[in-house]
């Protein structure tokens, strides 16, 4: 089952008359019909319509099991299904009529079974409750979900470690307090977000846990009297095992709140890449420049290239921490079992979801079309004191303690910038001034020898960086990687 999207919704408005079947299934403790702004107010078929397949598949296997276990007459199960797959092909063909004065997609999908198939459809909702009915739906949607967004994870992984492979000798500036720091490469910088995608994957991963637990069977709260069979609906649907309690069941929604914190990481992970993508494509960095069918101009200033994928990115972020405080909001107060609260959680996953999904897939072909400037990254160096800490290892080596070799580095810093000067313009008569140890091999730490020092694994060493690409070559998968030369 493929998630469905927000497009192309059709609902009817609200009729005078209100469906007689809705009245029969939902009103007859009640004298009054519903007034027309609560109709409006609490239904939710204008978003959890998304929900439709789920909740057909759902149904299907219901119903199985009820006829399986001789709940309902085999005639009936068999109409029921036969009406659910005519209702299915409906939507999908955009030929449905969703009715908000039914409330949700489960009564919308039950009213349409009743005119297709008559009262047979009355018997489909027997052993079950729409409590039940919508944990049900929503673990089988996050299911896709995770599926779906840990693909297109690994695809901007792919698409991380080939611009890595690409660019795997290019040094350029390592940051820290975004002042230059130490020098690194390329490849090294890229590869730390392969491994917060990773990381991401595998919360994703685990979540699944979690979510593929069966809750049908619960019924309302309190469990189901007729004699049902929840591990021959667990193998139906796919689900690994069945809930334990019916109360925390229908009530629990930590695996909705679990994949919208993953999805909340990955998105502050995104969102921190495309910080340093806005950083680097300005005329000031110049590291990269990004692919035109990924910018805007301005509409004044004819010469501007305005990175707006990277920075909507970063406000959409925001939209999701959202969505995940709105959810951890509803649900910090909720007393068992099912509150119509509950129904919030929908608006705000699907949200989520598109967002994040939406994030995934535009980023991955932002960065594979982002052009590499290694000379501007290696020209930004040249008149810097980037240097600074290898050389202080140097005078370590030779003896010194790391606090002294700190402070004796520092000195010479600030005499290097008062006289207008870089490391290697410094005579061996200026070093000595600050230690008599120094001799003339200070002048072979260059950049080249400073990445090739750092030669452990972790580090940015050119050895080290290729083992890094190889091993996520591996994780990802080494045939959807391009291979560099």
């Known amino acids: 089952?493929?998630?469905?999207?927000?497009?192309?919704?059709?609902?009817?408005?609200?009729?005078?008359?209100?469906?007689?079947?809705?009245?029969?299934?939902?009103?007859?403790?009640?004298?009054?019909?519903?007034?027309?702004?609560?109709?409006?107010?609490?239904?939710s078929v204008p978003f959890d319509w998304r929900l439709y397949k789920y909740d057909i598949a759902g149904s299907i296997a219901h119903v199985n099991m009820l006829k399986k276990q001789q709940i309902i007459p085999e005639k009936d199960a068999n109409l029921i299904v036969s009406g659910l797959k005519i209702i299915e092909k409906e939507i999908d063909k955009e030929q449905f009529d969703f009715k908000p004065e039914l409330e949700d997609i489960h009564m919308n999908l039950e009213n349409r079974l009743f005119?297709?198939?008559?009262?047979?459809?009355?018997?489909?909702?027997?052993?079950?409750?729409?409590?039940?009915?919508?944990?049900?739906?929503?673990?089988?949607?996050?299911?896709?979900?995770?599926?779906?967004?840990?693909?297109?994870?690994?695809?901007?992984?792919?698409?991380?470690?080939?611009?890595?492979d690409n660019n795997n000798s290019v040094v350029m500036p390592g940051y820290t307090h975004l002042q230059q720091a130490q020098p690194i490469l390329f490849a090294h910088h890229l590869l730390a977000y392969f491994e917060m995608f990773q990381r991401d994957i595998e919360r994703f991963q685990n979540s699944l846990q979690r979510v593929n637990i069966l809750p049908l069977g619960s019924g309302?709260?309190?469990?189901?009297?007729?004699?049902?069979?929840?591990?021959?609906?667990?193998?139906?649907?796919?689900?690994?095992?069945?809930?334990?309690?019916?109360?925390?069941?229908?009530?629990?929604?930590?695996?909705?709140?679990?994949?919208?914190?993953?999805?909340?990481?990955?998105?502050?992970?995104?969102?921190?890449?495309?910080?340093?993508?806005i950083l680097w494509s300005s005329t000031e960095f110049g590291f990269v420049e990004l692919d035109d069918s990924f910018t805007t101009s301005s509409s004044i200033m004819p010469q501007k290239k305005n990175p707006d994928v990277a920075e909507l990115a970063r406000a959409k972020t925001g939209r999701i921490y959202g969505n995940l405080i709105s959810l951890l909001t509803i649900m910090k107060?909720?007393?068992?079992?099912?509150?119509?609260?509950?129904?919030?959680?929908?608006?705000?996953?699907?949200?989520?979801?598109?967002?994040?999904?939406?994030?995934?897939?535009?980023?991955?072909?932002?960065?594979?079309?982002?052009?590499?400037?290694?000379?501007?990254?290696?020209?930004?160096?040249?008149?810097?004191?980037?240097?600074?800490?290898?050389?202080?290892?140097?005078?370590?080596?030779?003896?010194?303690?790391?606090?002294?070799?700190?402070?004796v580095v520092s000195k010479i810093v600030y005499y290097a910038v008062s006289s207008g000067k870089?490391?290697?313009?410094?005579?061996?008569?200026?070093?000595?001034?600050?230690?008599?140890?120094?001799?003339?091999?200070?002048?072979?730490?260059?950049?080249?020898?400073?990445?090739?020092?750092?030669?452990?694994?972790?580090?940015?060493?050119?050895?080290?960086v290729k083992e890094a690409i190889i091993r996520a070559k591996q994780l990802v998968g080494k045939r959807q990687c391009k291979k560099n030369g």
């Open 220 to 277: 309302a709260m309190a469990g189901i009297t007729f004699q049902i069979d929840r591990d021959f609906l667990a193998r139906e649907l796919g689900f690994e095992r069945v809930s334990n309690n019916s109360i925390d069941a229908v009530s629990d929604r930590d695996f909705v709140i679990e994949y919208e914190a993953a999805a909340a990481i990955t998105m502050m992970h995104l969102s921190r890449l495309a910080e340093e993508i």
């Open 422 to 464: 870089n490391f290697e313009e410094l005579s061996l008569e200026e070093y000595q001034r600050f230690s008599p140890i120094f001799d003339k091999n200070v002048y072979h730490i260059t950049l080249e020898s400073s990445l090739a020092r750092r030669n452990m694994h972790g580090g940015t060493a050119p050895p080290q």
């Open 333 to 407: 107060g909720l007393p068992l079992a099912y509150n119509r609260d509950l129904q919030e959680d929908k608006p705000g996953l699907f949200d989520t979801v598109d967002t994040l999904l939406a994030s995934l897939e535009v980023f991955t072909s932002m960065i594979k079309t982002m052009k590499v400037n290694a000379d501007r990254m290696l020209s930004v160096m040249s008149n810097t004191y980037i240097l600074a800490t290898d050389i202080a290892d140097y005078l370590v080596e030779k003896g010194l303690p790391f606090r002294e070799a700190h402070e």
């Open 115 to 164: 005119e297709i198939i008559g009262n047979a459809a009355g018997t489909m909702h027997t052993a079950r409750s729409r409590n039940d009915q919508v944990s049900l739906d929503m673990r089988l949607y996050l299911r896709d979900a995770i599926k779906n967004t840990v693909q297109l994870i690994k695809n901007l992984q792919h698409t991380v470690v080939e611009i890595a």
């Open 1 to 43: 089952m493929g998630l469905a999207s927000q497009d192309n919704l059709q609902i009817s408005g609200l009729t005078d008359n209100m469906d007689k079947k809705y009245k029969s299934l939902l009103r007859n403790r009640f004298q009054k019909d519903v007034d027309k702004n609560v109709l409006k107010y609490v239904a």
